[in-house]
């Protein structure tokens, strides 16, 4: 069974502090998402990492996948209120009929003004 | 470039009916995938269509069925609906295993 740990699974802090969510897995994945979703709406798609040991920059947000491509973290750098929401990483695995998208839990995040 | 749509936005039915929720895909995205999503959770996967065949399933009953359409919209239908089908029902068109694009979902309270 394939599994993909996210932690922390909450978080609270206050504005301008920094933060990193891990999505851990013993599986190795082609790629991995992170998505972002606010409540009563839809994930959003944030970022995609292919590489093993890329890193990718979306303002003040970083993502990093691991060397061996097991695992990957999104670390927020002067957290704003507006990046209150659920982060939830998402691993590309298998290939051919197999292939499916194997879901963290989420980490939740809070903010505080 | 139209985003995935779905409907309706909320429902409310009651313990053993049935239910069909809709969703249409992006423009240029032949999968479609649907998720059940609790309050403060990650989405669980119930099943994928590919080209009008399931592609794919989650941990999920039977009376969770669905349909694909040639035009790539999808149905989702739950049968003898429970309690502990109250959820988010979420959405995602995409091409085969890339990134899933979510419609805004449909809240479902089954009372």
């Known amino acids: 069974t394939q599994l993909l740990e996210q932690s922390p699974q909450f978080l609270s802090i206050q504005e301008g502090e920094n933060l990193t969510v891990y999505c851990n897995s013993s599986?190795?994945?082609?790629?991995l998402q992170w998505y972002r979703q606010e409540p009563g709406e839809g994930p959003v798609l944030l970022v995609t990492v292919v590489t093993g040991g890329e890193v990718k920059k979306l303002k003040r947000l970083t993502f990093q996948f691991g060397d061996a491509r097991k695992d990957s973290s999104l670390h927020i750098t002067a957290a704003q209120p507006g990046d209150t929401g659920l982060y939830l990483c998402?691993?590309?695995w298998g290939a051919g009929n197999n292939r499916k998208l194997i879901w963290g839990l989420g980490t939740s995040l809070a903010v505080n003004p | 470039e139209t985003g995935v749509t779905q409907s309706p936005t909320h429902l409310i039915k009651t313990r053993g009916q049935q239910v069909t929720l809709r969703c249409s895909s992006q423009?240029?995205?032949?999968?479609v995938s649907w998720y059940q999503q609790a309050l403060g959770q990650g989405p669980q996967f119930i099943f994928q269509?590919?080209?009008?065949?399931?592609?794919g399933r989650g941990n999920f009953p039977p009376r969770f069925s669905g349909l694909q359409f040639p035009n790539y919209s999808s149905e989702l239908n739950v049968n003898a609906l429970e309690l502990d089908d109250s959820a988010l029902y979420l959405c995602a068109s995409s091409l085969v295993g890339y990134e899933q694009y979510f419609g805004p979902g449909t809240r479902l309270t089954v009372t």
């Open positions: 998402a691993g590309d």
């Open positions: 599986s190795v994945f082609s790629s």
């Open positions: 269509y590919y080209r009008e065949e399931e592609n």
């Open positions: 423009s240029g995205h032949n999968t």
